[in-house]
């Protein structure tokens, strides 16, 4: 299959890249390095450098490149980022989005898997949640997700485009050759393996919520894993598979949730980070974030059934040990 992966210069979208040309598929990576890492992506993939929020540059690439299908993993995604600034995050990934779903229309690509976010459900109502569950947005970056996959269902009942939604929930872990860098890093894991490398406190968010110890549970997903589930997907989108609707007229997007079924509190991965390590972490207390809810765990079991996915590194020792190994064998990073 030859694929386009918007974002492959990414924490997730460089896994996924990987995998992909493991796989034996010819991919091209389009990226604008805002946030990504030239060196992230893999030497067998092409990189072109530019934004998918351009429809024309996007057509010539995708008729350039005969591209068949598309991995959508480009997108702002800071949560408070997203309060302070939402003006951005609607121009980059609705604005963007809808910008890259025209190329397609333009083009006659019509395989889509797009990168979505637990952050659409908001304050869940029960847990685990499951795909047919409200999706309220709380902040403005789960909003921007919801809105691009709400016109990816217009586009396939008007167009026909075959596609699959992905729900994350917190994603982690590393392979031998990629990992996570963010600047700022905002995620729990990679913040707490900076702080130790670092010898510095790390601060987790509220220990006064409604749940065991009183920190957050979280859900995490191994990135490994992820990219597995994207390669299920973008064979889900193929023109013959029912998974994605008829072979012609229109179709439906298929959501699915993707994370492990199994929550973990702030403070068990605080534990299990000074294990990884074996250094202890000065922890600190600090306020809770807005828009923060106490417990988000998925149920997984549509992945699991409609696209024969499953999670094998779900431990948190599994995540945390290899995202620690990666970060001591690229001290600098991708620099
Ligand atoms: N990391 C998580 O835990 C998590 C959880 C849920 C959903 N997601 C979603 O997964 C996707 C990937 O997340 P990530 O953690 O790998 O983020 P990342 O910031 O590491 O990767 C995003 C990539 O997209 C590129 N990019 C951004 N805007 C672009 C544009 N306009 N044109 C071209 N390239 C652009 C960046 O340079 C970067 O390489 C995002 O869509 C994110 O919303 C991530």
Same mark, same amino acid.
């Given at each position: ?12 979208? &460089? ?26 992506? &893999? ?33 702002? &995604? ?9 003006? *951005? ?9 809808? @910008? ?17 976010? @637990? ?113 299920? @997907? ?7 598979? *029912?998974?994605?609707?008829?072979? &012609? ?25 000074? @294990? ?7 922890? *600190? ?41 990666? *970060? ?8």
């Amino acid at each position: 299959m030859r694929v386009l992966v918007t974002g492959g210069a990414g924490y997730i979208g &460089s896994v996924s890249v990987e995998l992909l040309v493991e796989a034996g598929h010819e991919v091209t990576v389009l990226d604008d390095l805002s946030t990504g890492h030239r060196g992230a992506v &893999s030497a067998r993939a092409k990189l072109e450098v530019g934004t998918y929020g351009d429809t024309a540059a996007v057509t010539t690439l995708l008729e350039k490149n005969r591209i068949e299908a598309i991995l959508h993993c480009a997108a702002k &995604s800071i949560v408070g980022e997203s309060m302070t600034d939402p003006g *951005k995050y609607f121009r980059e990934n609705v604005g963007g989005g809808v @910008a890259l779903l025209e190329a397609m229309r333009a083009t006659k690509v019509r395989r889509i898997v797009f990168s979505s976010t @637990a952050a659409t459900y908001g304050m869940p109502e029960r847990t685990p949640i499951v795909e047919a569950d409200p999706v309220r947005p709380i902040n403005a970056y789960g909003e921007t997700k919801r809105i691009v996959e709400s016109a990816i269902g217009w586009y396939c009942r008007a167009y026909g485009l075959r596609s699959v939604i992905l729900r994350y929930f917190n994603v982690a872990g590393a392979t031998v050759e990629h990992g996570e860098m963010h600047v700022p890093e905002t995620h729990l894991i990679p913040a707490l393996l900076e702080a130790v490398a670092e010898g510095r406190q790390a601060t987790i968010f509220g220990d006064d919520y409604p749940t065991p110890d009183g920190t957050c549970i979280r859900d995490y997903i191994h990135v490994e894993d992820l990219a597995l589930a994207h390669l299920k @997907a973008l064979e889900a989108t193929a023109h013959n598979d *029912k998974r994605t609707g008829p072979s &012609s007229g229109p179709t439906e997007a298929l959501i699915c949730n993707l994370g492990n079924g199994k929550g973990f509190s702030n403070r068990q991965v605080v534990r299990a980070v000074e @294990a990884a390590t074996g250094r202890s972490l000065g922890v *600190k207390i600090g306020p809770r974030r807005p828009g923060d809810p106490p417990i988000l765990v998925a149920s997984a079991d549509k992945a699991n059934e409609v696209l024969g996915w499953k999670p094998r590194l779900g431990s948190l020792d599994e995540m945390i040990g290899s995202a620690w190994a990666w *970060k001591q064998s690229h001290p600098s990073g991708y620099r």
